[in-house]
Structures are given as structure tokens and as C-alpha cells.
T-cell receptor, first 116, second 113 residues
């Protein structure tokens, strides 16, 4: 149980284009999802907290207009990197917390984004 | 206040040995301390977690030791295996974090056969 999927697993795009990453909780409902970014050999950096049906809460220094987050249902959150640039190349990971059940966060497999 | 400091940065252990990774925190409002294991190119996977009302928790070869007064907790991997070679992250939740996890810097564990 408690499986989180991400799609796509890898994406290569040209500079200036937008990329959408999906995060789904497959066997549970997630009122809260989190989006992280991880650079090589570094820890996870929280970008934003996404609550179903409400606006995401962004961490300090994360551009809201660049990283659009939508949490339209209890099983799906999306992260759209708008006008991507090479410096946005990173490993993006989502996690989900099951509604009403403890505080365990289950992580997705990650999405590798490469912006050329 | 929100930091979690993890050490060592890297660790090399022989097969069958004990791997020990340590974390320290400042925020006494933290109330949940998970450990995650991450393989290259994959998302982190929850290994084991503990609350501050317990001093030790064991699941298979993995044990968390928790010292509330010292604000420290550690992960012990008994009988370490080459398949345990991965990056390990400690984390903490609580206080004003609204459910957010604060991660340590990570430890790259290498278990030699």
C-alpha cells in the first residue's frame, strides 16, 4: 500500500517551454502533497506544500509564478515549471500524506528534468 | 531552529558490520523523526520512524535510538549488506512546520562485500 507515482520519470525540454509533472497517490487519498527539488548529492529542498482544493504554500525563495502547483483532487497534484531554463534542471520529487492517518510522507519515484 | 544536522557525510562499512548515522536538532517542538533511504535516481523510501516518547525502536536490522535530552537520534543498521549501500536521510516534523519535514544533509553509505 501507500504508493505514489510520478509522470513522467524523465523529461528533456528546450529552454522557454513549460513542463508539467504529475504526482498521484495510487491507493490512498492525500489531502496534502509536498513538492521537493533535489540537486546532485544534496538533500531534498521543499518547494511547496499542496493542499487539496486550496492554493499551495510556497517556501521562501520559490517563485510562485514559475512553479505552478495544482491539487485538484485527493489523488492528484501537478507541478508545472513555466518557461523552463537550464538552471531549473533538477530532480523533482513529490510526497503525499494520507488523509487522517498519521504524518508519514510517502515519496514518489521522482522526475528528472533536463532543460537544454 | 529548524535545522537538522546529520553526520557523517559518508560512511564505509564492511559487510556484516554496524552502520551508525547520527542526527541532531534544535527545535524541541519536533515530534516525529523518520529515516529515509534513497537509491540513485529514485525517490526516498521510509525506513523507520520514531516519536520522542520512545527511546528506541527496532524494525528488523534497523534501529533508531532517540535521546530527547540531548536532542539527538541515530540510525543503526545491523549486519550491513552491500544492498544497503544508499543515501540515508534523517528528518524531523513538528513545531510550526505544519506537517513539513526538515531533512538532514544525507549520509552516503557504502557497504563493501
Amino acid at each position: 500500500g501507500a504508493v505514489v507515482s510520478q509522470h513522467p520519470s524523465r523529461v528533456i525540454c528546450k529552454s522557454g517551454t513549460s513542463v508539467k509533472i504529475e504526482c498521484r497517490s495510487l491507493d490512498f487519498q492525500a489531502t496534502t502533497m509536498f513538492w521537493y527539488r533535489q540537486f546532485p548529492k544534496q538533500s531534498l529542498m521543499l518547494m511547496a506544500t499542496s493542499n487539496e482544493g486550496s492554493k499551495a504554500t510556497y517556501e521562501q525563495g520559490v517563485e510562485k509564478d514559475k512553479f505552478l502547483i495544482n491539487h485538484a483532487s485527493l489523488t492528484l497534484s501537478t507541478l508545472t515549471v513555466t518557461s523552463a531554463h537550464p538552471e531549473d534542471s533538477s530532480f523533482y520529487i513529490c510526497s503525499a500524506r494520507e488523509a487522517g492517518v498519521g504524518e508519514t510522507q510517502y515519496f514518489g519515484p521522482g522526475t528528472r528534468l533536463l532543460v537544454l | 531552529q529548524q535545522q537538522v544536522k546529520q553526520s557523517p557525510q559518508s560512511l564505509i562499512v564492511q559487510k556484516g558490520g554496524i552502520s551508525i548515522i547520527n542526527c541532531a536538532y534544535e527545535n524541541t517542538a519536533f515530534d516525529y523523526f523518520p529515516w529515509y533511504q534513497q537509491f540513485p535516481g529514485k525517490g526516498p523510501a521510509l525506513l523507520i520512524a520514531i516519536r520522542p516518547d520512545v527511546s528506541e525502536k527496532k524494525e528488523g536490522r534497523f534501529t533508531i535510538s532517540f535521546n530527547k535530552s540531548a536532542k539527538q537520534f541515530s540510525l543503526h543498521i545491523m549486519d550491513s549488506q552491500p544492498g544497503d549501500s544508499a543515501t540515508y536521510f534523517c528528518a524531523a516534523k513538528g513545531g510550526t512546520s505544519y506537517g513539513k519535514l526538515t531533512f538532514g544533509q544525507g549520509t552516503i553509505l557504502t557497504v563493501h562485500p
